[in-house]
């Protein structure tokens, strides 16, 4: 079964820009339905910020739409979030997450396998 492990966090101000990545290991994101990024801060529930549907484009949540870009390279194997325009709101631990059958949406309980997270914190 997949590993997966984030990397990239760290501490921005306002309006910066940020690259987090997940690499996948013991097996291929190809064989794997569907890819996403969710994120929890303290005292929060886990909530899904962006989804790699092999059914369509890609879905963000609506607060992070036009500032996120979610993205896979197969050849890497990794799963990217580009982050920019950040704010105070976005700051949370990142946690990547693959389903291998089902529907793809975002709800955490439809993910298998998950990453130990990489923490974003966004200074105002």
């Known amino acids: 079964q997949v590993q997966l492990a984030e990397s990239g966090g760290d501490s921005v101000q306002t309006g910066g820009s940020l690259r987090v990545s997940c690499a996948a290991s013991?097996?291929?994101?190809?064989?794997?339905?569907?890819w996403a990024w969710f994120r929890q801060a303290p005292g929060k529930q886990r909530e899904g910020v962006a989804l790699?549907?092999?059914?369509?484009?890609?879905v963000y949540v609506a607060s992070v739409k036009g500032r996120f870009t979610i993205s896979e390279d197969n050849a890497k194997n990794t799963l990217d979030l580009q982050m920019t325009n950040l704010k105070p709101e976005d700051t949370a631990m990142y946690y990547c997450?693959?389903?291998?059958?089902?529907?793809?949406?975002?709800?955490?309980?439809?993910?298998?396998?998950w990453g130990r997270g990489t923490q974003v914190t966004v200074s105002s």
């Open positions: 790699i549907d092999p059914d369509g484009p890609p």
């Open positions: 013991e097996d291929t994101m190809a064989n794997y339905r569907c």
């Open positions: 997450a693959a389903a291998r059958t089902g529907w793809c949406a975002m709800v955490p309980s439809y993910f298998d396998y």
